[in-house]
C-alpha cells in the first residue's frame, strides 16, 4: 500500500524558514517523481514543485522559485521541501503527491499525502 | 496559463441520483485532464486519468468523457459516501493547472 506521510509544518514569522518532510513507503520510491502541492481556500490546488525520481531535475513555480528548494533522499525514501523567505500568502496545507512515473512531468498525481498545514503569521 | 472552469461549483444530490460535473478548458488539452476527489478533512484522491481512464480500485459509478476543451465526470447512483469536492486537473501544459472545484453535497 502506497504511503505518504507529511510533517514539519507549522507557525513561522513572516521572513522565516521551515522544512517540510515527506516519508513514502510501499512502493519503489527512486523510481517515481515527486511533487509538493499546496492548498488554500481562496486560492485552491496550486503547484508548488516537482524532482525527477534520481533528483537530476527540478521544477518550481514562479511564486516560489528563488525561496523554495525540493530534494530527496532515496536512500531514506524520503522527499524534503526547504522554504525560505516564508510570506502570508504562503499560508496553505502542503502535500506531496506521487506522479506516475520518474519524470516530473509525468502526471497525473496519484497518490496524495494527508498534508501539513504551513501558517505564516507575526 | 490553461485555464480550467468547473460548473457547477456546488450541487446537493439525494442519493442513487446522476451527478454531472463539467469541466472546460481555455484552450485544447487533448485528453490531459484528471478528475481528483476530496472528501472532508482528507487529502485528494485520483478518480479518473486522461480523460476517461479509471483508476485503480475506484467503484465503477464513476466516469469520465470529453476531450479538447470540454470534460465531464459522471457518478452514476450517487452514494453517501460519495459527498466530497471534485476537482479537474490538466496536465498538457506543464505544471498544469487545477480547476476550483466542485462540492457535491447528499440532501
Known amino acids: 500500500e502506497v504511503q505518504l506521510l507529511e510533517s514539519g509544518g507549522g507557525l513561522v514569522q513572516p521572513g522565516g524558514s521551515l522544512r517540510l518532510s515527506c516519508a513514502a513507503s510501499g512502493f519503489a520510491f527512486s523510481s517515481y517523481a515527486m511533487s509538493w502541492v499546496r492548498q488554500t481556500p481562496g486560492k485552491g490546488l496550486e503547484w508548488v514543485s516537482a524532482i525527477s525520481g534520481s533528483a537530476d531535475t527540478t521544477y518550481y513555480a514562479d511564486s516560489v522559485r528563488g525561496r523554495f528548494s525540493i530534494s530527496r533522499d532515496n536512500s531514506k525514501n524520503t522527499l524534503y521541501l526547504q522554504m525560505n523567505s516564508l510570506r502570508a500568502d504562503d499560508t496553505a496545507v502542503f502535500y506531496c503527491?506521487?506522479?506516475?512515473?520518474?519524470?516530473?512531468?509525468?502526471?497525473?498525481?496519484?497518490?496524495w499525502g494527508q498534508g501539513t498545514l504551513v501558517t505564516i503569521s507575526s | 496559463e490553461i485555464v480550467l472552469t468547473q460548473s457547477p461549483d456546488f450541487q446537493s444530490v439525494t442519493p442513487k441520483e446522476k451527478v454531472t460535473i463539467t469541466c472546460r478548458a481555455s484552450?485544447?488539452?487533448?485528453?490531459?485532464l484528471h478528475w481528483y476527489q476530496q472528501k472532508p478533512d482528507q487529502s485528494p484522491k485520483l478518480l479518473i486519468k486522461?480523460?476517461?481512464q479509471s483508476f485503480s480500485g475506484v467503484p465503477s459509478r464513476f466516469s469520465g468523457s470529453g476531450s479538447g476543451t470540454d470534460f465531464t465526470l459522471t457518478i452514476n447512483s450517487l452514494e453517501a459516501e460519495d459527498a466530497a469536492t471534485y476537482y479537474c486537473h490538466q496536465s498538457s501544459s506543464f505544471p498544469g493547472t487545477f480547476g476550483q472545484g466542485t462540492k457535491v453535497e447528499i440532501k
Open positions: 503527491a506521487k506522479l506516475s512515473c520518474s519524470s516530473p512531468s509525468c502526471y497525473p498525481f496519484d497518490y
Open positions: 484552450q485544447s488539452i487533448g485528453s490531459s
Open positions: 486522461f480523460a476517461s
